[in-house]
């Protein structure tokens, strides 16, 4: 019975660092597991505005701490967080675009089609601009299909 007890601890110690590892993979995040630099999720995609909130207003959704700018939009996000999660774990749309995840300007984003996405942004690449000069719809796509693989690894 003892060896059965280890074995369990040892697949529940497994399973827990497995979920994490595919959490941190499919979200950008680091190991604070603050999501979005702090920003608000509520204001990009309802205000459209790239706003920091507040530790005192903070939401956990699968592991993953979120900030708001107020209790309001807390309540707002706890009420349906998977609308408010954003495009490719937080990654640089652009960047999943080519094949690489990418950290990202908070402050580059663009809203459209009742989602999110965030951009990197460099004295050499513009990727919300790129973005922005492309069809959406195909840039979308080709996202999609590159994200089922990286959000993996």
């Excluded at 942004?121 to 601009?129: I, T």
């Amino acid at each position: 019975m003892n060896k059965l007890i280890q074995l369990t601890v040892i697949l529940f110690a497994f399973l827990g660092t497995n979920a994490m590892a595919q959490n941190k993979a499919a979200n950008n995040i680091d190991d604070s597991k603050i999501a979005l630099q702090g920003y608000s999720p509520v204001s990009y995609l309802d205000l459209g505005l790239a706003q920091k909130g507040v530790k005192e207003h903070k939401a956990t959704y699968d592991g993953i701490a979120y900030y708001f700018t107020s209790a309001d939009q807390k309540k707002t996000f706890e009420a349906n967080p998977k609308k408010y999660l954003p495009q490719y774990g937080g990654y640089c749309a652009f960047g999943v675009y080519v094949g690489a995840k990418f950290r990202v300007d908070p402050n580059k984003f663009v809203v459209k089609d009742g989602k999110y996405f965030l951009y990197l942004y460099d004295l050499e690449v513009d990727a919300q601009q790129l973005w922005l000069d492309g069809n959406h719809k195909e840039l979308v796509k080709k996202a999609d299909d590159n994200w089922t693989s990286l959000s993996k690894k």
